[in-house]
DNA sequence: ATGAAAGCGCTAACAT
DNA sequence: ATGTTAGCGCTTTCAT
C-alpha cells in the first residue's frame, strides 16, 4: 500500500509504472504542463500520493542546469548577533519578493568553517552567495565568481577579489564617537574592540584616533583593548579597565556584543563613566545608551539590489554601497569627564 | 588560459582531458583517493585550477543517493527573534562537532512560504530537517517521514504527524507567572498574546488561567489582548491597557517581543505596572525584568540530539523532550498592586 | 595505477 | 496527447 521505508523515496518511474504511463508523461503530469489528458494527470497524481513520491530537485538540478535554483545563500559570524540577524531580516524580504529563498550559515568566526560552509553551497549551485567573511582572502572563490556566480560582500571587503560589496561608514562613525567624547573633555578613554584582524574593526579604530589626533590626545592607546570577542570577554575587559590608576572617565566599545558587556560591567557602579557603542543595543533607547547607529536592514536591502542585478545578467565592474552612520546622544555618552572617580592628572 | 565566463562550469571531463587522464583518475586525484601516482594528481590538481573547476556537488549527490548530505535545514519564524537564534546556535554547535552543517530559513510565521521552503529543502535532499513550525497540519510530511528523512518539530508540535518533539513547559511556566502575581494581590492583570492560533499561545493562556481560577480571579480575561505580533503591536495595546479605567496593576507579556513593546509602553511611567515576561529579554538583568525563563540554546541541543540519533538509524517511535521554565524575580514582577495610580474596585 | 561502461532521476529534443 | 532517446556530471562496478 505505503512505501517502505527501506526501499528509499520512490521515483518517477515508478510513478509511471503505477499509473501506467511512460516517464515524461508522469513528468508532465507532475510538472503541470499543458499537453496532459485531464484524467491521465489525475491518475498520475493519484500514483504520485500514493507512493509518497517527492520529486528529487537535485536530479532535476543536474538536468536543467544550475540557473534554475532559488536558493540564496547568506554566511554570517554569528545567527545570535541582531546585527546579522537584522540584516538577514532586510536581505531575505527583499528576495522573497523575487521568489529567492534565502539560507543562513554560520561561521562562528572560523575561516575554514566559513570555507566549507561556502564549498558546501556553491557545489550545491546556489543561485548566489552573499557573506560577511571572517576570512583573510577570498582567491578561492575567483573561479567561481568568474563563472557568473554572484558574490556579494556584506560587512567586511574581500581581499584578493573584485565582487560587489556593501559596507558601513565605520570610519567616520568611531571618529563621530571620539570627536563627541573628546569635545565633552575627556581625554583617558576606555576602548574595546573585537578580533583585530577583522577589518571592521581596524576601521573603526582608524575613526577613533583620527579623533583623538583632532582632540590632541596622545597615548590614547594606552587604554585600548582588543580581541575581546564575546560579552564575557568585554565584560573582564571593561572591570580591568576601571580598576587602572587613573581610570579611564569614558569608554567606547567598539560594537554591540562590547557594549553589552560593559553596560554588564557598569552595574550599580557610581559614577560610571561615559560610554559610547557601535551598533545600536536592544533596549539602548531604554537605557538611554549613546551609540554610533545605523541601518542593518537597509545593508541587507541593498546587498539584495546588487545580487538581484548580477542574477539579471548585469556585467559591470564591482560596485560598493556605503551604509552610512551616526551618533545617537541618548545619556550615557554626555556624562562629563568629572564623573569618574579617580580624577587624576 | 582561463574560463570563459560564459561556457559554465567546467566539469571533471573537462579537467580529464587537459590533464590527459581518465575521467575517473580525475576524479580518484581530485578526491584524495589512494591508487594514484603522485605525479598524476599533481598534474590533475593543476588542470583544475587552472580551469578553475569545482565538483559539482549535485551530480555527486544525484549518484551517491541522497544519504550523503551533510546539510540540516532548519525553518523558524524569525530570524531576528534572540529565542530563535540562540536555539539555531544551541543546535548548530551540536551538528557542527558530528561535521553536520546547519542553514536556517526564516518562515515569517507564514505558512505557504513555510511549506515552500521545506519543499525547497526536502527537493534538495537535506539530511533532515527541524522545524519550528507555523502551520497548523503537516500531513503533507508524513510520506518523506516515512521514507526516513529525520524531523524534528521544536517550539510547536507537529499536528497529524508522529516525529520526535522539544517542546517548553509553556503551561507551567505561564502558571508561575500567574500565582506570582496573583499571591501579590494582583487581580486586574493585562494579558497580552502574540498570534491566538499559535500552540505557545495557548498552552501559555492555559497555565495562566489556571493561576488565575487558583487564584480565585474571575473575568481575568478582561484584560486579555490576543494577536500582538510584534514590537509595535505590542506597545499599543499596553498602551490601550493602561489607559482603561480601571487600569491594570500589572501585566503578562506572554514573549520577548511583547515584553519589549511593553518596556517601551511603560517608559517614563510614574506608578508602572507590575510586569513579568515569558522569555528571557537581552539586558533584562541589568533592567530588573522579571521573566519566565527557560534555555533556548539547550532546545536546539535536544533537538540535535533527536535529529543525530535518527540519522544514526534509531528506529522508535517518536519522542518528546520538554524544557523546564522558571520563574527569576528581578524586581519588575514583585511591585505590589498600590504602585498602579489608579486603585479602584 | 588506470580506464570503460553503466546509471543515479530527471527533463529537453525529437518523434508519433 | 503521449512516448523514445539521450544526457546533465559524477561515482560505482568491473576490467586491465
Known amino acids: 500500500m505505503t512505501a517502505d ?12 509504472a503505477l499509473s501506467g504511463v511512460s516517464v515524461k508523461t508522469a513528468s508532465r503530469a507532475l510538472g503541470g504542463e499543458p499537453r496532459v489528458a485531464a484524467d491521465t494527470r489525475s491518475r498520475v497524481r493519484e500514483a504520485a500520493d500514493q507512493l509518497g513520491y517527492r520529486l528529487n530537485g537535485v536530479a ?26 537584522r540584516l538577514a531580516g532586510g536581505l531575505e524580504r527583499e528576495l522573497r519578493m523575487r521568489g529567492l529563498q534565502l539560507i543562513t550559515a554560520s561561521t562562528d568566526e572560523d575561516p575554514e568553517w566559513e570555507r ?5 553551497l556553491l557545489e550545491r549551485r546556489v543561485r548566489g552567495l552573499v557573506i560577511a567573511s571572517t576570512a583573510t582572502e577570498h582567491a578561492h572563490f575567483a573561479a567561481e565568481h568568474r563563472h557568473g556566480i554572484p558574490f556579494v560582500f556584506v560587512d567586511r571587503p574581500p581581499v584578493d577579489l573584485a565582487a560587489d560589496t556593501v559596507l558601513l561608514d565605520n570610519r567616520h562613525g568611531a571618529r563621530l564617537a571620539g570627536a563627541h567624547l573628546g ?7 576606555g576602548v574595546v ?6 577589518s571592521t574593526h581596524r576601521d573603526r579604530l582608524d575613526g577613533f584616533a583620527e579623533a583623538m589626533r583632532a582632540a590632541g590626545v596622545e597615548n590614547w592607546a594606552d587604554y585600548l583593548v582588543e580581541n575581546a570577542h564575546d560579552v564575557v570577554a568585554a565584560e573582564r575587559a571593561v572591570r580591568d579597565l576601571l580598576d587602572r590608576t587613573p581610570a579611564p572617565t569614558a569608554l ?36 538611554g545608551v549613546s551609540v554610533v547607529a545605523h541601518d542593518p536592514e537597509d545593508m541587507g536591502r541593498q546587498a539584495a539590489r546588487l545580487l538581484l542585478d548580477r542574477i539579471d545578467g548585469h556585467r559591470g565592474p564591482a560596485r560598493q554601497v556605503v551604509i552610512p552612520t551616526r551618533l545617537l546622544a541618548r545619556g ?14
Open 5 to 16: 521505508p527501506k526501499a528509499g523515496r520512490p521515483s518517477l518511474a515508478q510513478v509511471a
Open 60 to 85: 532535476r538540478e543536474l538536468r536543467r542546469g544550475a540557473s534554475t535554483s532559488t536558493l540564496v545563500g547568506l554566511l554570517i559570524g554569528d545567527l545570535a548577533n541582531p546585527f546579522y540577524s
Open 116 to 120: 566549507r560552509l561556502a564549498d558546501a
Open 183 to 189: 569635545t565633552l573633555g575627556h581625554r583617558r578613554i
Open 193 to 198: 574592540g573585537d578580533l583585530s584582524r577583522l
Open 252 to 287: 567606547f566599545t567598539m560594537n554591540n556584543r562590547i557594549t553589552l558587556g560593559a553596560l554588564r560591567a557598569l552595574r550599580g557602579h557610581p559614577a560610571p563613566p561615559a560610554l559610547v557603542g557601535f551598533d545600536e543595543v536592544d533596549l539602548g533607547d531604554i537605557l
Open 332 to 345: 550615557s555618552g554626555e556624562r562629563p569627564p568629572t564623573s569618574a572617580g579617580t580624577q587624576a592628572s
